[in-house]
């Protein structure tokens, strides 16, 4: 009986270390890897600034925007790939995800395309599709009824292959995009974007998140590199 025992509780262990595996997707099959830890602010700065990250604190394993911060971008810069995360924000709140970002502008959107995060009941940015949650903000409109409310995890997934872009909410494939390709500059020149041109431009760049002045909260960051796919 001792055995038997022994070896329920040994399965019970490997049952919940696989889904937990599942959960984070361990990078042992899947090629994906880590942005955040859980613990701490390793392998992310400050845009702009080599200062003491500040703003940002992790709290419960979640990475959360809780005062004056300033954008966050990863360490390591990324040209092909596909990322993955989980967000929620406060009522009202807003955010986003940048990416293929430098620092050579004083302010991150100005190279860098946004994914962007939204209540859209609240906030005024939700009256439009150009501007609510998983858009490409201000460019490519994103569906309605497809973000969760404020306060609820919503899961995003970006992938970006040379220049064609796809954005995922919740599961569903919500917006595509070409960088550079005619429609992208007729857009971009009708836009408050045009006055900057490198914005969409970089083949490479830093992953990154927004500092809007309100709450957001990040789990499970995760990315695929697929430069060499």
Not at 79 to 95: A, H, I, P, T
Not at 134 to 154: I, Q
């Amino acid at each position: 009986m001792k055995n038997l025992y022994q070896i329920a509780i040994a399965s019970s262990l490997l049952l919940a270390s696989t889904h937990l595996a599942g959960e984070n997707l361990s990078t042992t099959n899947t090629g994906w890897q880590s942005l955040f830890d859980g613990y701490s602010t390793d392998g992310w700065r400050r845009y702009g600034s080599n200062k003491p990250i500040k703003g940002w604190q992790v709290i419960d394993g979640e990475l959360v925007r809780t005062g004056k911060a300033g954008d966050l971008i990863t360490e390591q810069q990324f040209s092909d790939f596909e990322l993955q995360l989980e967000w929620k924000v406060e009522s009202g709140g807003n955010s986003g995800i940048f990416f293929r970002a430098d620092e050579s502008e004083r302010y991150i959107f100005l190279t860098a395309p946004e994914m962007q995060i939204l209540d859209d009941a609240k906030h005024r940015d939700g009256k439009s599709p150009l501007t609510s949650a998983g858009a490409n903000y201000a460019l490519h409109p994103a569906p309605r009824g497809v973000v969760n409310p404020a306060g609820e995890w919503n899961h995003a997934r970006l992938r970006v292959i040379g220049n064609q872009v796809t954005h995922w909410l919740n599961h569903q494939q919500i917006v595509s995009y070409e960088l550079g390709s005619e429609d992208w500059q007729q857009r971009v020149a009708k836009s408050k974007f045009a006055k900057w041109p490198k914005y969409g431009s970089l083949s490479s760049g830093h992953i990154g998140l927004q500092d809007h002045g309100d709450r957001v909260a990040f789990r499970h960051i995760q990315i695929r590199d697929l430069a060499d796919d």
